[in-house]
């Protein structure tokens, strides 16, 4: 089996008596993209800043590529790069020579870092603003800035903590697709974040965090399916001719001539509906359908929204 | 050893108080020729000379050390403050970069803002009173070591403040009595014998009576026990702000 790219074992930490993490496990495979997913406060920001050394843990293990993130942390800390929820502010370099010095920490010499370092001011439309101090940039630059930090040294675990937090719908767009680039071309990505589109259209595997604990794992699909319930309402001519048996298999609820159905694979289901009310004679004028999200599933987990 | 990393963050200390010249370089050469002015043309009218050396003469190396320390000192701690207060330090933390080179980088950093400026008012009392230098070796040490042993116990500051006016209080009711009551304006000799004795627990009166000794070849002190002193203090503060960089306290949770 191939060795995790990041691998958490059993990772706890309180801040006096709160428990921020209660036995965190999560693995990640090279090259996948992972999201972990949960509200303000749930345990993901102090996850990571674990994972990179910024918090100290108090029980559990942190891996990167099967090494010790405390003992071997030259080489751990050398494979990711790190784009985090908070702006730092620099008063006194441009970001151009900010990048470099980035590159310097992880032991890239500056003729080597500034070919990636032209790149990523190309790519992330920065490179106007090469010899621009950070307080000059516009939010949504300073979160562009915060990437191109994170990818300097080209590492191969990218993670990127609330990066569209506050962004507008524009830009949030437009770093979903560099990132999903950035993943087409083998990195590795965790991702924090508390927007449901944006695990579901970017992470193959998500994690639910809520009060220190990893609630559910797996696909955004999958546990949508397993989790998940979507509505489903048939408006029909009339209800006459209707056998209450005929849908006794089914979770449904009756309005006027509507039928609600909350079903959990409507892929699949709502065939089987169809079929059953065209077989007792029914004439269907219109189906409605709301499909499930991760927001249904974080519901069902947790008896809350995400962003409550 | 990452050496890269080590190099890249003494160049950014190094070009931080650079970019900033007018506010960590120029202030202690404008304060110094105003002492000079000031002193030259009013006290020295009344107090022509301590230990057979002109008034303004005496004062410029204990001005000297205070220029080196009070910068060396300042440089470490905001910068580390700064870094701290807006969200730099994760970069730092973040990268691999042990705590040892990170406080290393500090105090080099902080060490040659304390040597620019040490060594720029000792050329302003060469060029502006002739002022004669003994022994340069000896000079250029104890202003090394002094930028040193300060620039370290500045990066401890720093460390531990949590705001500037924490560090602020560090400086104005410790460094800046200490360097004045040091003996700069002054041979303790001067004072009674209590102030005398309290002057022997301020380390600082070592450090200007010491390059006092290189430069113009008077001390109240003797000058092994100044090296000694200064030698004691630059292991001692170097090694607390290795350890505490090490141990992360205040700047990791």
Redesign the interface.
């Known amino acids: 089996m191939e060795t995790p790219a990041i691998d958490i074992k059993g990772l706890t930490k309180s801040y006096g008596e709160l428990k921020a993490l209660n036995g965190v496990n999560i693995s990640i495979k090279k090259g996948e993209f992972f999201g972990l997913l949960g509200p303000n406060g749930a345990g993901k920001t102090t996850t990571i800043n674990i994972l990179t050394g910024l918090v100290f843990k108090e029980r559990g293990s942190t891996k990167v590529f099967g090494k010790d993130t405390i003992k071997d942390f030259r080489y751990t800390r050398s494979k990711i790069g790190i784009a985090a929820q908070e702006f730092s502010v620099d008063w006194f370099f441009p970001i151009e020579k900010l990048l470099f010095f980035q590159a310097g920490y992880y032991g890239i010499k500056p003729k080597d870092a500034k070919p990636l370092v032209d790149s990523l001011l190309n790519r992330l439309g920065l490179s106007s603003k090469r010899n621009s101090r950070l307080r000059q940039l516009s939010g949504g630059m300073k979160r562009r800035f915060q990437i191109a930090k994170a990818l300097v040294h080209d590492p191969e675990i990218l993670i990127l903590d609330e990066p569209t937090a506050g962004v507008d719908v524009e830009l949030r767009r437009d770093l979903w697709k560099y990132l999903q680039d950035l993943h087409s071309r083998g990195k590795t990505i965790l991702l924090t974040t508390h927007y449901i589109e944006e695990a579901e259209l970017l992470c193959e595997n998500v994690a639910i965090i809520d009060n220190g604990k990893i609630l559910k794992m797996g696909a955004p699909k999958e546990l949508t399916r397993e989790l998940g319930e979507a509505g489903i309402t048939v408006v029909l001519e009339n209800l006459n001719g209707l056998n209450k048996k005929d849908l006794e298999n089914y979770k449904y609820t009756r309005d006027k001539n509507r039928l609600h159905f909350s079903i959990k694979d409507p892929d699949e289901e709502l065939p089987k509906i169809i079929r059953v009310l065209s077989n007792a004679g029914l004439h269907i004028q219109k189906i409605e359908s709301n499909k499930s999200s991760l927001e249904d599933v974080f519901l069902n987990l947790t008896g809350k929204g995400i962003n409550e | 050893m ?4 080590l ?3 003494i ?2 200390e190094v ?2 108080f650079f ?2 010249y007018r506010q960590t370089v120029l202030p202690g050469l404008i304060t110094t020729a105003l002492y000079i002015a000031i002193f030259g043309f009013t006290l020295e009218q009344r107090i022509s000379e301590i230990q057979g050396v002109p008034y303004t003469m005496f004062i410029l190396p204990g001005l000297i050390m205070m220029n080196t320390l009070t910068n060396a000192t300042s440089n470490t701690a905001s910068s580390m403050l700064q870094m701290k207060l ?3 330090l ?9 705590g040892l080179e990170i406080a290393l980088a500090y105090i080099i950093g902080g060490a040659v803002r304390g040597m620019v400026n040490g060594i720029l008012v000792l050329l302003l009392g060469v060029f502006l009173i002739g002022m004669p230098v003994n022994n340069l070796f000896g000079t250029l040490m104890f202003i090394f070591l002094v930028s040193w042993a300060f620039s370290s116990m500045g990066l401890l500051l720093g460390q531990l403040a949590e705001s500037w006016d924490q560090l602020a209080m560090m400086q104005n009711f410790f460094l800046t009595p200490l360097s004045f009551l040091g003996g700069i304006f002054y041979s303790i000799k001067m004072l009674p014998n209590w102030a005398q004795t309290l002057s022997y627990i301020n380390p600082i009166y070592y450090m200007i009576n010491g390059i006092r000794y290189t430069v113009l070849g008077v001390s109240d002190s003797e000058v092994e026990i100044s090296i000694l002193m200064a030698i004691v203090l630059t292991i001692g503060f170097t090694l607390a702000s290795i350890l505490l960089m090490q141990s ?1 306290k205040k700047i ?2």
């Open positions: 990452n050496w890269v990393g190099n890249t963050l160049k950014r070009g931080r970019a900033v807006l969200q730099q994760p970069d730092l933390l973040t990268a691999p970069l042990s992360g990791k949770n």
